[in-house]
Nanobody
Framework: EVQLVESGGGLVQPGGSTRLSCAAS????????MSWVRQAPGKGLEWVSG????????SYADSVKGRFTISRDNAKNTLYLQMNSLKPEDTAVYYC?????????????WGRGTQVTVSS
């Protein structure tokens, strides 16, 4: 069974930093691209960042570019999101996600999310 478990959220002051982790199990983590997606209160899902299976390729939403860094440790089956210079508008539930086609079947796996609140 695929499991994605996020951790590391909490209350952070504006301008502060935090790192999110996503522990993966139940699939061959090192062969799958991964993403972080967030949902702010009262808003829809927003893609934040993605990383290739090897970690060599990364991409970011304009809203977080230059402030967030996505990375992964395939030996530990863990995805990370380093979040710096946090703003109140970064307040959201952050989800770990992997999706795509495998053997002709669409897969789309989500964690339960971790809350990040940016406030003084």
């Amino acid at each position: 069974e695929v499991q994605l478990v996020e951790s590391g959220g909490g209350l952070v002051q504006p301008g502060g930093s935090t790192r999110l982790s996503c522990a993966a199990s139940g699939f061959t983590f090192r062969t799958y691209a991964m993403s972080w997606v967030r949902q702010a209160p009262g808003k829809g899902l927003e893609w934040v960042s993605g990383i290739s299976s090897s970690g060599a390729g990364t991409s970011y939403a304009d809203s977080v570019k230059g402030r967030f860094t996505i990375s992964r440790d395939n030996a530990k089956n863990t995805l990370y999101l380093q979040m710096n210079s946090l703003k109140p508008e970064d307040t959201a539930v952050y989800y770990c996600n992997t999706n795509g086609w495998y053997g002709g079947i669409w897969y789309n796996h989500w964690g339960r999310g971790t809350q990040v609140t940016v406030s003084s």
